[in-house]
């Protein structure tokens, strides 16, 4: 069974740091290309962050670059995210994706609130 679980969301005032983290299982982990991605009520889902399976290399949404970092460690079929600087417009809902050919999967998604 397929699962990506979010964890790390929460309350962080304007400025502050948080560090999310997807547990993966039940497919090949390290042959995927990970994201993630945000959204807040009535707004499409953006993409924040995704990086390759194959070289690591990453891509980053304009309005996080220079303040989020995403990594992923294969033995461990975990995903991160490090967000630094945080303001309230990062305020959403931030999901983990796992993509290969035609296959997508989703996590449930966890609540960053970024707000004094």
């Known amino acids: 069974q397929v699962q990506l679980v979010e964890s790390g969301g929460g309350l962080v005032q304007p400025g502050g740091s948080l560090r999310l983290s997807c547990a993966a299982s039940g497919f090949t982990f390290s042959v995927y290309a990970m994201s993630w991605y945000r959204q807040v009520p009535e707004k499409e889902r953006e993409l924040v962050a995704s990086i390759s399976n194959v070289d690591g290399s990453t891509n980053y949404a304009d309005s996080v670059k220079g303040r989020f970092t995403i990594s992923r460690v294969d033995d461990q079929k975990t995903l991160y995210l490090q967000m630094n600087s945080l303001k309230p417009e990062d305020t959403a809902v931030y999901y983990c994706?796992?993509?290969?050919?035609?296959?997508?999967?989703w996590g449930k998604g966890t609540l960053v609130t970024v707000s004094s």
């Open positions: 994706n796992a993509h290969w050919h035609l296959l997508d999967y």
